[in-house]
Each structure stands twice: as structure tokens, then as C-alpha cells.
T-cell receptor, first 111, second 113 residues
């Protein structure tokens, strides 16, 4: 069945890089997403990657996709305290009509 | 361009009551999806609508229902509320819903007492 797994917590120092990892099961997913959720807020789409890409970079964010291993990662360069939030990895199902989310990784940034 | 608007933001209901939540998608978007977010279960897909038709439904009991209007606004209804229905209900809109970006609203936090 469809499943997305992420580690639950990550703690980094301000200025360091953060790497959040995710594995998914649906090999036919064509879009994979990273969302950010701050306390009391909805989900903010950070970035997404097509399954035929290996990497996508967007300012401080780098997404790496290993389709063979069904592994997705999000790297945040120069992590700031404002990056503290929950980060959700998600995949679109084959029909494209629903998004399957991981449990979310809570990122703590220490000043 | 206005984002996804969900109303109300907060709601307190008692067990056994029913509730209706509303979602107005981004202008021009025709797909609306609903998700339930709880600490224990994470984000769970409820259903997706496109052009007033439900295209997909998650594993929720029949007490959870929804609909979409011709202007793409969507409502979800939960009848006979249970304590376990307390959650943040999130709505997402996208242009077609097929492998496109989905933009989320702020959510409606429902508390059942």
C-alpha cells in the first residue's frame, strides 16, 4: 500500500545544514513534495520534484531523489531559527487525486 | 491572488452534534481536497472533489461527507460528532488535482467536547 516514512525529530545549530529524509512506497508517484507547517498554521508548499529528476535546487533548499531506493531528502542550507517547523514529505498517488503524507519531521534550530 | 480560505478557523462542538466546514479555493482552481490532521494519525486524506464530483475518498466512516459547488467552493460535514473527531481539518486547492501543486488553507480546528 501507499506509505511515506520520515524520522520524527531533527535538531541542528543555527547556520548548519539540515537534512530531512523520507522514504516512500509508491514507485509510480510522479510528484513528490515537501511542505512546511509552523505552529497554528496550515501547510506551506516548499518545493516539489518530478520523479524523472534527481535533484532540484531552490535558493537554500535542495531536494535529492533516489528513485531506485524510493528515497527523498530535503537539505536546508544555512538553517535559521525561522526554519523551525514540521516538515512533511508527501507523494501523489498514481491517480493523482490524493496526496499521501509522512508523519512529519519536527526541526529544532538552536541559536 | 487570494489564497485558500477556510471558515471558521476555530469551532467547539459537543458530542452528537453535526458540523459543516467551508473551503474557498484559489480563484480558477477546480480541485479541492480535505485532510484531517491529528497528533496520533498525522495527515489523513478525507476526499477530493473536482467540478462538483467526488473523485477519491479516504478511509473514513460515512459520518464524514462533502460536496463541491459550481463555484468550486467546498463544504465538508461531520454528523454525530465523536470526541475523536477533534482535529485540524485542512483544505487544499489545485488547478486540476492531477499531479499539480496543492495549496493549503490555514485549517479549521474542531474541538469536540
Amino acid at each position: 500500500g501507499e506509505d511515506v516514512e520520515q524520522s520524527l525529530f531533527l535538531s541542528v545549530r543555527e547556520g548548519d545544514s539540515s537534512v530531512i529524509n523520507c522514504t516512500y512506497t509508491d514507485s509510480s508517484s510522479t510528484y513528490l513534495y515537501w511542505y512546511k507547517q509552523e505552529p497554528g498554521a496550515g501547510l506551506q508548499l516548499l518545493t516539489y520534484i518530478f520523479s524523472n529528476m534527481d535533484m532540484k535546487q531552490d535558493q537554500r533548499l535542495t531536494v535529492l531523489l533516489n528513485k531506485k531506493d524510493k528515497h527523498l531528502s530535503l537539505r536546508i542550507a544555512d538553517t535559521q531559527t525561522g526554519d523551525s517547523a514540521i516538515y512533511f514529505c508527501a507523494e501523489r498517488d498514481t491517480g493523482g487525486f490524493k496526496t499521501i503524507f509522512g508523519a512529519g519531521t519536527r526541526l529544532f534550530v538552536k541559536a | 491572488k487570494a489564497g485558500v480560505t477556510q471558515t471558521p478557523r476555530y469551532l467547539i462542538k459537543t458530542r452528537g452534534q453535526q458540523v459543516t466546514l467551508s473551503c474557498s479555493p484559489i480563484s480558477g482552481h477546480r480541485s479541492v481536497s480535505w485532510y484531517q490532521q491529528t497528533p496520533g494519525q498525522g495527515l489523513q486524506f478525507l476526499f477530493e472533489y473536482f467540478s462538483e464530483t467526488q473523485r477519491n475518498k479516504g478511509n473514513f466512516p460515512g459520518r464524514f461527507s462533502g460536496r463541491q459547488f459550481s463555484n468550486s467552493r467546498s463544504e465538508m460535514n461531520v454528523s454525530t460528532l465523536e470526541l475523536g473527531d477533534s482535529a485540524l481539518y485542512l483544505c487544499a486547492s489545485s488547478s486540476s488535482g492531477v499531479n499539480t501543486e496543492a495549496f493549503f488553507g490555514q485549517g479549521t480546528r474542531l474541538t469536540v467536547v
